[in-house]
């Protein structure tokens, strides 16, 4: 049997390698829901999509989660829940994206079209391209269920407060330099394939597939290996602690009981805070990037270069999050609203001014490339340091719970809180649209949720970390 000190070492490797293919798989996901459907579109489907079909289902995945989770093993769980995202990339690129013509309901969407109003016309256009639609929503389940969910739930449960103030920065930057390869992996293939063969599009979605789905199943190898080394370290840890806390409370009463507790309750707010802000800044900003690469082909791969450049973010922004871990988990929690203000404000700023009657029409191009390129920083920075900065201080602040606020309270939080929040920018963002026509010409209420929403993450850091605190770490 090996040492205590090389199993924790053998253990970080798995969790880092399984962090790394996550994020492989993330990053394909992500490419191409945006790619495909975006472009088809337009970044006003963004909020349509979010509320009417990634929030339901959100629920309906954390409810399964939760009905799994108090009849299966941990690692059946596990697996029962990445299969279907590994069954549903082949059955999309073999045959759902080459028949997307034939599967629209072409007729019955003419008939919703003319009863719905212009501005709700895209609600229509979410049916007709329901594979589109489906992808869209499963990139996001990738991100909140498998990777936010399963994989830190993995980590926490091997990890104590000591070891993850040590671990946690370095797993996050091992983890997400995964998009060092990705974002030219993704490249490549769209550069190579697309531009060069008529059918180079379906061909590279194809190529995404399998490495997607290989990526998968060494997740799954992994995890069982990862299993088997922290079963002597969980032994351990598990004398004289609260781990035998039971976690089958049904999914409502677990719900009810964390809305009670105040620990709880400032790491959702936290949460709510961080999904709103990213959702209005990001959104705004893919609005405005669109008029300056509308192809699917020119998108994917300005898609694949943020993803180069978002994981060699992560690399630096890892190394300053191992250091302020160690200095103040307060200072470390506030730099990522604080980092995201510094570059969200300039953004809006910037396009709220191209987009003015005012502004003269020579400075009005050039202050609307500045302001993509200045939300393309925000872009960057707000997600490396949402992967290290935010990732490693909301997993240290679940650490020191048991194991029933653990289980049922990281998958509400990060499901359904997650969502919460996403939904509810995206339905301020569809009363724009409806109410002003565009994302364009609501830039100006978009700053202003932007800012008051950053100003309550900040405060919401500030009472954590003084109940963090009082947990004696």
């Known amino acids: 049997m090996l040492p205590g000190c090389l199993q924790r070492h053998s253990l970080f490797i798995s969790h880092a390698f399984m962090m790394f293919l996550c994020v492989i798989n993330f990053d394909i996901l992500r490419n191409l829901k945006e790619s495909l459907l975006i472009t088809r579109m337009g970044a006003e ?17 954390v409810f399964c989660y939760s009905f799994l989770a108090n009849r299966l093993s941990r690692q059946h769980l596990f697996v029962f829940t990445i299969v ?16 997307l013509t034939e599967l629209a309901p072409s007729s019955f969407c003419q008939t919703l079209y003319s009863y719905l109003p212009d501005s709700l016309i895209l609600i229509g256009g979410l049916l007709e391209h329901w594979p589109l639609t489906l992808l869209f929503a499963c990139a ?18 091997a990890s104590t407060v000591e070891s993850s103030s040590r671990e946690y920065p370095l797993l996050t930057m091992a983890g997400n330099s995964a998009s060092l390869l990705s974002g030219p992996m993704i490249l490549l293939l769209v550069r190579h394939l697309a531009i060069n063969d008529d059918d180079g599009w379906q061909i590279s979605l194809v190529w995404l597939s399998v490495v997607f789905v290989v990526c998968g199943l060494m997740i799954i190898w992994l995890y069982y290996h990862s299993i088997k080394l922290a079963a002597p370290l969980s032994a351990t840890a598990s004398r004289g602690s609260h781990d035998n806390t039971a976690t089958r409370l049904p999914l409502k009463d677990s719900f009810l009981y964390l809305v009670k507790c105040p620990y709880l309750r400032n790491i959702a707010l936290i949460m709510l805070a961080y ?10 900003w893919k609005s405005q990037v669109l008029r300056v690469y509308p192809t699917e082909t020119e998108y994917s791969m300005l898609m694949g270069q943020l993803t180069f450049y978002s994981g060699l973010g992560c690399l630096l922004m890892a190394g300053l999050t191992a250091w302020l871990v160690r200095y103040s988990w307060r200072i470390a929690a506030l730099g990522t609203p604080l980092l995201m203000a ?11 001014l191209s987009n003015s009657n005012w502004l003269p029409e020579a400075l009005s191009t050039p202050m609307l490339l500045a302001g993509i390129s200045i939300g393309t920083l925000c872009n960057v920075a707000s997600k490396s340091a949402k992967y290290t900065l935010f990732d490693a201080t909301k997993e240290m602040a679940f650490v020191p719970l048991n194991n029933e606020q653990k289980l049922k309270g990281k998958a509400s939080i990060e499901l359904i809180v997650s969502r919460a929040g996403k ?3 995206a339905l301020v963002q569809q009363l724009l649209i409806v109410t ?20 309550v993450w900040l405060l919401s850091v500030n009472a954590l970390s ?3 605190r009082r947990h004696g770490f």
């Open 45 to 61: 489907i963004i909020p349509f999509i979010k509320l009417w079909v990634v929030t339901p289902s959100a629920f309906l995945f």
């Open 84 to 99: 279907p995202f590994l069954v549903w990339m082949p059955l999309f690129s073999l045959y759902l994206y080459p028949n």
């Open 140 to 157: 996001e389940l990738w991100s909140t269920g498998v990777i936010c969910t399963l994989l830190w739930s993995t980590v926490n449960d």
């Open 275 to 284: 999904c709103i802000a990213i959702n209005t800044a990001e959104v705004a």
């Open 342 to 352: 510094f570059t969200g404000i300039p953004f809006f700023l910037a396009v709220v």
């Open 423 to 425: 939904s509810s920018s």
């Open 436 to 455: 002003l026509g565009s994302l364009t010409a609501s830039m100006h209420w978009l700053a202003s949720v932007f800012m008051i929403i950053t100003i």
């Open 466 to 468: 003084k109940q963090y």
